[in-house]
């Protein structure tokens, strides 16, 4: 099983901005799709962004223009850069990386926007 490691969350005020990081620790093969979900207290997860094999983004409504996903060609690591950010942004923020055999999550990692 690989465990994705995640960092780059924190506290930061409204408005303000945080860049996410999640890498492998070894090349998984066939992957298709890499994403960002989040899940607050009492949500469900729920899909933030998402990057395809092809370089096609997806993006939830209520971060479009604000977050931006990125992925380096190897597909080894994939970033979420936040802008704007807003208190309901706050949520722990996980990482996924999909191949036909499987999902594969990070650990998550803690978001508070908060003054």
């Known amino acids: 099983q690989v465990q994705l490691v995640e960092s780059g969350g924190g506290l930061v005020q409204p408005g303000g901005s945080l860049r996410l990081s999640c890498a492998a620790p070894?090349?998984?093969?066939?992957?298709?799709?890499l994403g960002w979900y989040r899940q607050a207290p009492g949500d469900q997860r729920d899909l933030v962004a998402s990057?395809?094999?092809?370089?096609?983004?997806n993006y939830a409504e209520s971060v479009k223009g604000r977050f931006t996903i990125s992925s380096n060609k190897a597909k080894t690591t994939v970033s979420l850069q936040m802008n704007s950010l807003k208190a309901e942004d706050t949520a722990v923020y996980y990482c996924?990386?999909?191949?036909?055999?499987?999902?594969?999550w990070g650990q998550g990692t803690q978001v508070t926007v908060s003054s």
């Open positions: 996924n990386i999909r191949n036909p055999w499987g999902k594969y």
């Open positions: 070894r090349t998984i093969a066939g992957i298709y799709a």
């Open positions: 990057i395809r094999s092809n370089g096609d983004t």
